[in-house]
């Protein structure tokens, strides 16, 4: 670093008790495959490589993530030099000192003004600001991205934000905003993990923000007594006519586990409304008082992972939670049931 070292810098150095002379660069990249991951700042200072992110409140993510990041520099990167891990903010969450600890990063609070000349001077710090501003407020917990985000909580429980990138196969940017908005609705916590807080709470949140009612497009009164038999012959009949279909709800729960049955209403997707509605609609009997059949538009693709049990398409098990969970309280013992089944809580 040049004599002519910000007053700001000097004084973090000090603080951090690093050499002046020492080299320093904003927004150090580490390269892992074809994705570039960035630390606010990477100090060579003698023998030591030190790596400093900056914080506002320093988090249990903050210290998860510098920490994962760390084991990724690669061999040839790191040289002889050891690793110095410090996370530099304006405030400490009370529940991270211990995490920290065991962890080896360092932690460290500097004044608010000291702080804030620092980010303005770290274009990365300023770059994530604005991009939590755009994405935090729109995220709904059901959307596509944020669901998978969700699933992978479910089943996985990563250890940090990183891990569940990751794991869901959705960005580092997406999957911390999205584990920051369930976090902020208090619906995660960290505990050797990142896991779900109460499932009621999520549940109610789903049904709430995407109920299912909401893509009902029929609502079909056929001949058939009972919902089992609506299901068998309507998915012979659409198999042999090469018709997408996927049942949902109840109708598929019941093949993974559900105790539910729901044997006056069936439940089923059709992802080519427009081209397949009138061969549903063959199934029709105004006269009759059989078993309702309740026709869906899907919101998203929910044929790429549905599975088939004898003859019968049903949606996968994370989209029959969501649609399940849709349901309100109709839904919410087979939802519960599901929750067990994909992992213990």
Known sequence: MNENIDKCYQFLFEKLGIEKDANIAKDYKITVGDRELLIDLGIESGNALILVELKQRISEDVIYRIY?????ISQESKGKRRVRLICVGKSLKYS?????QRLGVETFIIPAKIYDCIRSQNRKLDENIASEQRTY???KITKEKAWKVIRCILQEKPVNILELSKLSGISYAWSNAIYH????????????GIKIKDIDRLLNAVSWERPLDGLLVDSI??????ASECINEISLNLNKQGIDYAFTAHSSAIYYGSSIIRDDTAYIYLPNLSKDRGFIKSFSQNNVKGCRLKVYSPDRNIMEKSEIFSGVRVVDIYQNLLDLAGLGIDGRISSKELVNKIARY
């Open 221 to 226: 009164n056929t001949y058939f007594r009972t």
């Open 181 to 192: 908005k369930l976090l902020n609705s208090d619906l995660i916590y960290l505990d050797l």
């Open 137 to 139: 407020a729109p995220i």
């Open 68 to 72: 994962s990041i760390s084991h990724l």
């Open 96 to 100: 991270t000192e211990f995490l920290s």
